[in-house]
């Protein structure tokens, strides 16, 4: 028997088992979000192995950990309403410093496209406060190209969810970011919010996406959409 | 069945503190004791069972009976937490050598139980061995190979097999 992973073998098995990890695990883990089937190949492992987890002796935990449930799900302790986080969005310098990179990302490509060719119509570079993480390439029929800048990853066992936010509107889902390029097909952005300025987010979410359809998770880096043609805007 | 588990899980959709409070007092032992044996250290494991409480609250909506039981989606939550940590956290290795062999028909419980114990005994018993390693220990390939002194590949190779003789012998 060789090491290489068994082509017949049965991932979503081994996923339960805790057999799957780091990279592995991640990229399984957004297969699942994006395929139901293998989702439920998982649930029915889940289901299969539960008397194993019940055999395992219970422990009954400190006082202090339902304590420090209680603080965190407590009203008062509860997230900003979405209304106010939108504003915080629009508000938050970091993502407005994307205009000047978006810019110059623009201009670049601009230089490097022959006249007449189907180049992106939109661009944007979704930066933390740190710098830039992903430029964004958007065709007029609302295709996306997302490209790392550098080696970037969701934290374990997430996934990021991108978002298009018109000005004044709620985040709109529009798919999923890998850790390398990602190509979104067409028409997942709606047309309305294939323009400048519309703000490009990506959240930290559960695998499957936010849960509510709108972003549950602070947003982790952002840019707006800018015309790469002056005719395009 | 579920003793109202998923009742419960419902009414905290609808932001029910009671009801997260009861869903705690039900399964937080039991979550504790999953995470405690994966991870082998109190403190993270307690860590892990408040995180995957607060993910139970907020992503209660994500709950759906059609789908799966409750207790399956708590343990899942918990449990995929715990394996976050490993991978992010070398653990300490285990001192005591022999693992009690969990699975032994009277160490499950009788009521969902019973299928699954009567299909891991006709495993051979390494295979059966390597299954509990890996989901109640949290073992990696590597780790088991090294502990059982068997060839990473022919681990690897077991466990599939195994995957595939409980999955026959419990959908019989």
Known sequence: MSDAPDFGADRAGLYVLGLLRGEERRNFEAEC????????????????????????????????????????????????????????????????????????????????????????????????????????????????????????????????????????????????????????????????????????????????????????????????????????? | MEDGLGLLIEACQRQDAAALRELYRRMAPTMLGVALRLLRDRLMAEDVLQEAFLQIWRNASRFDRARGSARAWMIGIVRYRALDRLDSERRLPVTGDEIPDIAAEEGIPVEDGRALAGCLATLPEHWRRMVLLSY??????????????????????????????????LEQ
């Open chain 1, 33 to 233: 979000a994006r395929d139901p089937a293998l989702a439920a190949e998982v649930e029915a492992w889940e289901e299969r192995l539960l008397p194993l987890a019940r055999a395992v002796p219970p422990v009954e935990p400190g006082p202090a950990v339902w304590a420090a449930i209680e603080r965190a799900t407590s009203p008062r302790a509860a997230a900003p309403a979405p209304r106010h986080r939108l504003r915080e969005i629009w508000d938050n310098l970091f993502v407005w410093r994307g205009i000047a990179l978006a810019g110059a990302v623009a201009a670049a490509l601009l230089a490097l496209l022959p006249r007449g060719t189907t180049g992106p119509a939109m661009v944007a570079v979704l930066s933390t406060k740190a710098g830039p993480v992903f430029t964004v390439a958007m065709r007029t029929n609302g295709a996306l190209n997302i490209a790392p800048v550098g080696r970037m990853a969701p934290p374990a066992g997430k996934v990021w969810q991108l978002w298009a936010i018109g000005q004044g509107e709620a985040p709109v889902p529009i798919g999923f970011v890998q850790a390398g390029a990602t190509r979104l097909p067409a028409n997942d952005v709606p047309a309305r919010l294939r323009r400048a300025h519309t703000l490009i987010a990506v959240t930290v979410e559960p695998p499957g996406g936010s849960p509510t359809g709108r972003p549950d998770m602070p947003i982790v880096f952002a840019g707006p959409l800018l015309p790469v043609a002056p005719t395009t805007s």
């Open chain 2, 136 to 169: 109640i220990e949290g073992y990696s390939h590597s780790e088991i190979a090294a502990r059982t002194d068997t060839p990473l590949g022919t681990v690897k190779s077991w466990i599939v097999r195994s995957l595939d003789a409980l999955k026959r012998c």
